[in-house]
């Protein structure tokens, strides 16, 4: 598509609960990005992958947090046992050749954490 | 690492006037991108502006301008005849040349009031 695409586009969970979130990237990027927007203005990289391969992970909280980029399929980012400090909206963003082209970024899932 | 200033938290302006939102930021690369971006109160980011390392001349769009200077590390953002439709949080982000991420600055919520 045209755009970048994240389901849901909320998301409640009770703490200790499981969290699956999906992006589909731009048709024909190469690159996708997982941020974290905790509070309202502050972002965080989690974590990128070129095609299915992960190709920068540093963001990433690993005990908890895992995401995959499968062929001909929408991206996910999992958070196993969620905690209230994950309640944040989180962005994916796709780009053709990396962060040198622009990043497209989605509209975000609000994940609550109660 | 790459580190961004956005000194101006909170910036009110009355429509029509001009305003200028700062940005400074620090890195060791050679090369890198500047990029800003816009997220209206509905939450989506807006790409506004790429700007590349080795091209300081000034950009326009519209309303919109940017001031590069290299020598001091500042990519200002100035927005003539403001409207209320330009109440937005704005988000300086250089990029990471070296992890190929985009590294947001704090961010700095203007409010235009009619």
């Known amino acids: 598509g045209e755009e970048v695409a994240q389901t849901p586009k909320h998301l409640v969970r009770g703490e200790g609960q499981k969290a699956k979130l999906y992006c589909a990237p731009i048709?024909?990027?190469?690159?996708v990005f997982w941020y974290q927007q905790v509070l309202k203005n502050e972002f965080k990289f989690l974590i990128s992958?070129?095609?299915?391969?992960?190709?920068?992970e540093t963001g990433m909280p690993k005990e908890r947090f895992s995401a995959k980029c499968l062929p001909n399929s929408p991206c996910s980012l999992e958070i196993q046992a969620t905690k209230l400090e994950d309640s944040a909206v989180y962005f994916c963003?796709?780009?053709?050749?990396?962060?040198?082209?622009?990043?497209?970024f989605g509209p975000g899932t609000r994940l609550t954490v109660l | 690492a790459q580190k961004v200033t956005q000194a101006q938290t909170e910036i009110s302006v009355v429509e029509k006037e001009d305003v200028t939102l700062d940005c400074v930021y620090e890195?060791?690369?050679?090369?890198?991108?500047l990029f800003w971006y816009k997220q209206p109160p509905s939450g989506e980011l807006v790409f506004l502006i790429r700007?590349?390392?080795?091209?300081?001349q000034n950009e326009i769009s519209g309303r919109y301008s940017w001031n590069f200077q290299k020598s001091t590390s500042s990519f200002n953002f100035t927005i003539t005849a403001s409207q209320v439709v330009d109440s937005a949080v704005y988000f300086c982000?250089?990029?990471?040349?070296?992890?190929?991420?985009?590294?947001f600055g704090p961010g700095t919520s203007l409010s235009v009031i009619p």
């Open positions: 963003a796709s780009s053709q050749v990396g962060a040198y082209n622009e990043q497209f």
């Open positions: 048709k024909g990027h190469s690159y």
């Open positions: 992958f070129q095609n299915e391969n992960v190709f920068d």
């Open positions: 890195t060791r690369d050679t090369t890198y991108y």
């Open positions: 700007r590349n390392s080795f091209d300081e």
């Open positions: 982000a250089p990029e990471s040349t070296s992890y190929d991420k985009v590294i």
